[in-house]
C-alpha cells in the first residue's frame, strides 16, 4: 500500500488500525504490547484473536479508506466549486466590464449624435438669424430706398405741420382772447389798486392823526407821572431827613456815651450827610433842566411834525396828479405800441404765407414735371424695348440663314460635291442638310433655353417685385397705424388709395370717415383741394420755427 500523507494520518481515529510507515506488511495497533510483533510469529489461540484483530483491521482501513474517499471528494468538490466560483465571478466581470465598454460606446455614440444634433441646430439658427438680418437689412433699405415710403412720410409730415398750423390758428385765437380779458381784467386791476392806494393814504392819515393824538396823551400822562415821582422823591426825601435824623440822635447819644471815641467818625457822618444833601440837590436841579429840555423839544417835535404832514399831505396830491398822467400816458403808449405790433406781425404772417404757398406750388409744379419726364422716359423705354426686339428678330433670322448658308457652302467645299456622281451628292446633300437642320435645331434648344433662362429671370424679378411691393404695403400700413389716431382728419387727399386700404386700416379711419364730423377740419373739406389754402387760413405763432 503506497504511504499516505502525514496530514491524512493524523486527521484519522486513534482506534483505527493503520498502516506502517517503515513495514506495510505489518500493522500498528493502539492497545498492542509490542509494535514491532508480527503476526506469523504469533501462537494458534494468538492467530484467531490475529485474525479477528486483522479483520477488524481490515474493515477499519476500508471504512478509513471510504471516509478518505469521501472527505477527498468533499474537498473536490469543494476546490471545483471553488474554481467554478472563481470561473464565473471572471466571466460576470468580463460580462460587466463588456457591459461597461459597451454603455460607455453608446454613451458616446448618443453624445456624438447629440454634438452633431447640436451643430445642425446652430447651424440652422445662425442660418436663421442671417436670414433675419438680410431681411431686416433688406427692410431697412427698402424704407430708406423706396419712394413711396418716402412719399408717404412725406404726406404724413404734411399733415403733422397741417395739424400744427391748426392748433397754432386755435390757440393763436384763444391767446387772442386771453389777452383781451387779461387787459381788461388788469385795467380794473390797475383801478382797484388805484382805489386801495388812496384809501390806504386815507387811513394813513388818519391812523397819523389818531397815533398824535395818541402821543399827545401819553406825553400828559408822562408829565403827570413825573410830577407823580417828584411828590414820591420828595417823600423819599423827608423819610431820609427824618431817618437822617434819627441817626444824628443815636449819634449823640452814642457821642454822649463815647464821645472820645466818636468824634472822628461823627464828623466823618457829618461830612458825608453834607456831600449827600449837596448832590441831592445838584441831581434835582440837574432832573428839573432836563425835564425843561425835554418839554421844549416835545413841543418842537409836534410843531414840525404838524409841518411835515401839511408839506406830505401838499407833495401826496402833486405826486398823484404825476402819477394819473404817467399811467395816461404809458397806457395810451401801450396801446399804439400794441396795435402797431399785431400790424407788423400780420404782415409778416401774410408775407410767411405767401411764401409757404410759392414754395408749395413750385414743389407741386416740380412733381409734375417730374412725373411727366417719368411718364415719356417709360414711353420712350418701351418703344425702345419693342424696337429692339423687333431688329433681334429680323437679326437672328438674317444670321441663321447666313450660318445655314455658309455651313452649306462650307460642307460642299469640303466634300467637293461637284466631283461626286449626282446619287452620291443628293445622299451626302441629304446628310449635310441633316446636320445643318440639326445644328440649327441645336442652336434654337439653346436660344430657347436662354429665353427659359430670361424668363426665369423676369418671374424672379417679377417675384421680388411683388415681395417689395408688399413690403411697402406693410410698411405704409405701419406707419398709417401709428400715426393716424394723431392725424386724423389732417391726411392730405390721395394718401388712402381705395376702399380695401381703408378696411384693411381698420379703427379710427372707418369710424371717422364713416361718421364724419359736423364742422369738418379745414383740411378736409371739398372748398380747399390743397395745401396752399389750408395754409392761408391758418395763423403761425409769433416766433414759429418753420
Known amino acids: 500500500m503506497a504511504q499516505l500523507p502525514l496530514k491524512l494520518l493524523n ?3 486513534h482506534n483505527y488500525c493503520v498502516p506502517s510507515i517503515q513495514n506495510p506488511g505489518s500493522c500498528q495497533v493502539p492497545f498492542a504490547c509490542n509494535p514491532n510483533v508480527v ?14 484483530l486483522e479483520l477488524i483491521r481490515q474493515l477499519k482501513e476500508k471504512n478509513y479508506y471510504e471516509l478518505l474517499m469521501k472527505k477527498l471528494d468533499k474537498s473536490n468538490y469543494k476546490m471545483r466549486k471553488d474554481e467554478m466560483f472563481t470561473r464565473m465571478q471572471i466571466e460576470k466581470n468580463e460580462k460587466d466590464f463588456q457591459d461597461c465598454l459597451c454603455r460607455q460606446e453608446r454613451e458616446k455614440e448618443r453624445r456624438r449624435g447629440q454634438i452633431c444634433t447640436e451643430e445642425n441646430f446652430a447651424a440652422a439658427m445662425r442660418e436663421m438669424k442671417d436670414e433675419e438680418v438680410r431681411e431686416s437689412a433688406f427692410r431697412k433699405q427698402l424704407k430708406n430706398c423706396a419712394p413711396e415710403i418716402r412719399e408717404l412720410e412725406r404726406q404724413i409730415r404734411r399733415a403733422y405741420y397741417a395739424k400744427t398750423l391748426y392748433a397754432q390758428r386755435l390757440e393763436g385765437d384763444a391767446l387772442k382772447l386771453e389777452e383781451k380779458v387779461r387787459e381788461r381784467d388788469s385795467y380794473e386791476m390797475m383801478l382797484e389798486q388805484i382805489e386801495k392806494f388812496d384809501q390806504a393814504e386815507r387811513d394813513k392819515i388818519q391812523a397819523n392823526f389818531i397815533k398824535r393824538k395818541e402821543y399827545l396823551t401819553e406825553l400828559k400822562n408822562q408829565m403827570e407821572d413825573v410830577g407823580s415821582k417828584m411828590a414820591n422823591k420828595m417823600d423819599e426825601m423827608s423819610k431820609d431827613r427824618a431817618m437822617i435824623d434819627e441817626i444824628i440822635s443815636t449819634i449823640k447819644q452814642e457821642e454822649l ?5 466818636k468824634v472822628g467818625k461823627v464828623k466823618l457822618y457829618q461830612s458825608e450827610i453834607n456831600h449827600f444833601l449837596h448832590s441831592r440837590e445838584a441831581h434835582r436841579e440837574r432832573e428839573r433842566q432836563r425835564e425843561d429840555q425835554e418839554e421844549t423839544r416835545r413841543r418842537r417835535y409836534v410843531e414840525k411834525k404838524a409841518e411835515d404832514e401839511a408839506a406830505f399831505k401838499k407833495a401826496k396830491e402833486a405826486q398823484d396828479a404825476v402819477k394819473a398822467a404817467i399811467v395816461a400816458r404809458a397806457i395810451e403808449r401801450m396801446m399804439k405800441e400794441q396795435f402797431k405790433q399785431e400790424e407788423i406781425e400780420e404782415l409778416r404772417q401774410e408775407l410767411r404765407e405767401e411764401e409757404l404757398a ?14 411727366q419726364r417719368q411718364m415719356i422716359e417709360l414711353k420712350a423705354a418701351a418703344d425702345e424695348a419693342i424696337r429692339m426686339r423687333e431688329e433681334r428678330l429680323a437679326f437672328e433670322k438674317k444670321e441663321e440663314d447666313e450660318y445655314r448658308k455658309q455651313l452649306m457652302e462650307k460642307f460642299a467645299e469640303d466634300e467637293r460635291l461637284e466631283q461626286m456622281s449626282y446619287q452620291k451628292r443628293r445622299q451626302r446633300e441629304r446628310e449635310h442638310r441633316k446636320q445643318v437642320e440639326q ?3 441645336e442652336r434654337r434648344c439653346i436660344r430657347a433655353q436662354e429665353k427659359e433662362k430670361d424668363q426665369h429671370v423676369l418671374d424672379c424679378f417679377n417675384i421680388e417685385t411683388a415681395r417689395r411691393q408688399a413690403l411697402i404695403d406693410a410698411e405704409r400700413l405701419r406707419l398709417l397705424k401709428k400715426h393716424g389716431p394723431e392725424i386724423i382728419g389732417f391726411i392730405p387727399r390721395g394718401v388712402i388709395k381705395d376702399q380695401k386700404e381703408l378696411e384693411n386700416l381698420g379703427e379710427p379711419y372707418l369710424s371717422y370717415y364713416r361718421n364724419p364730423p359736423l364742422e369738418p377740419d379745414p383740411t378736409t373739406i371739398d372748398t380747399e383741394p390743397c395745401e396752399e389754402e389750408i395754409f392761408k387760413s391758418m395763423t403761425l405763432p409769433k416766433f414759429g420755427r418753420y
Open 11 to 13: 486527521e484519522c481515529d
Open 39 to 52: 503476526c506469523d510469529n504469533l501462537e494458534p489461540a494468538d492467530v484467531r484473536e490475529s485474525l479477528r
Open 257 to 261: 456815651q463815647d464821645l472820645m471815641e
Open 358 to 371: 410759392a414754395e408749395l406750388r413750385q414743389r407741386e409744379l416740380d412733381d409734375l414735371a417730374r412725373k
Open 439 to 441: 445644328m440649327i435645331a
